[in-house]
């Protein structure tokens, strides 16, 4: 980037790299939003389960939805995009663990990805099915869950993030999403990538004097219920410029998120705030599932959980394997 380009972004730092999101806003075009590029971390998420290629970029489109979302937490708490369908995929679940924190598990069902695969049925949609998306903000155990739940009847995540975000939160709402596996020089195999973009129509009270980013989802537009609200053009611009966006572009590890906004929004302006990292963490441990084994189950069902002397839990999202003697309990 030149100097001029850094000065027009209002950016005095290096440009960001793998693992982070990146906030914006445009404020000529009434409108702000997030990019998120994941390498190592979603390769970590991806990579130890050994998903089938399809799989994996179903559930890497969750995860990168999540942190586009999940990011926006004002506070520490979580996440959880969950879906459940009648699909190939019949489960998705990701935690989104404020500030910075994923995981994501997928299940799927054998057989059926193979007729689907067969039928060359393996887009998102298609492995999806129908069922449902739940979104749920937990603050945490002395605070009430908020949930907002949305159909899954064959369309895309992109498509049912925007329906979310109209019932839900009635915010004028746009999102990519792009999954690709990428070689470079050294890899002895293909790395997952993945970088997805959020954009909002800020509302029409002052919105766009807001200092930090927004996105925290704290108000309704209420234009939104207007029978006889017409689109503003800002609007129409931004959602316009972000159709252009190709996924190798979301992926490219050569084109930072700063790079992809300057070709983006440079003749409208796009100002950049700060990046924050992003990290593949479990939060399973020892003590938690020993914490549920003791207080969920009782002494004779643990003792029929044992083989040969032990209780083995496999957690689902980082496949860590606890053991514990079902004797500890009761001693």
Not at 13 to 42: C, I, M, N, Q
Not at 62 to 85: E, Y
Not at 279 to 287: L, Q
Request: hydrophobic share 40%.
């Amino acid at each position: 980037m030149t100097e001029n380009l850094l000065s027009s972004m209002g950016l005095d730092r290096p440009e960001t790299g793998d693992d982070a999101v990146v906030p914006f806003t445009l404020e000529k075009l009434d409108s702000r939003g997030r990019v998120v590029r994941l390498g190592h971390a979603l390769d970590t998420i991806l990579s130890r389960h050994d998903y089938p290629v399809p799989v994996a970029r179903l559930l890497g489109e969750a995860v990168v939805l999540a942190a586009l979302i999940g990011s926006s937490l004002k506070f520490d708490g979580r996440f959880i995009l969950q879906t459940q369908t009648d699909g190939p995929v019949n489960l998705i679940v990701v935690d989104f663990d404020a500030p910075d924190g994923m995981r994501g598990y997928a299940r799927f069902d054998q057989d059926a990805l193979v007729k689907a695969a067969e039928a060359g049925k393996t887009s998102s949609a298609d492995l999806l099915g129908n069922g449902h998306l739940a979104m749920t903000i937990d603050q945490g155990p002395h605070t009430e869950r908020y949930q907002g739940i949305v159909a899954l009847d064959g369309k895309s995540l992109e498509m049912v993030a925007l329906t979310y975000f109209q019932q839900s939160e009635q915010i004028p709402t746009q999102v990519r999403l792009a999954v690709a596996q990428m070689s470079t020089k050294g890899d002895h195999r293909p790395r997952w990538r993945a970088g997805g973009m959020l954009i909002q129509h800020l509302p029409a009270h002052g919105g766009a004097a807001m200092a930090d980013l927004p996105g925290n989802g704290d108000f309704d537009d209420p234009r939104m219920s207007d029978p006889d609200f017409v689109e503003a053009d800002g609007w129409t611009e931004a959602k316009v410029m972000l159709g252009t966006v190709e996924d190798l572009e979301l992926v490219d590890p050569d084109v930072s998120p700063e790079r992809l906004l300057f070709r983006l929004f440079h003749e409208t302006g796009v100002r950049v705030f700060p990046p924050k990292a992003l990290v593949e963490r479990c939060t399973c441990s020892a003590e938690r599932i020993e914490d549920m084994l003791a207080n969920s189950f009782s002494d004779e069902e643990r003792q029929e959980m044992a083989v040969n002397g032990e209780i083995e839990v496999v957690c689902e999202f980082c496949s860590t394997a606890y053991r514990f003697n079902p004797n500890h309990f009761h001693q």
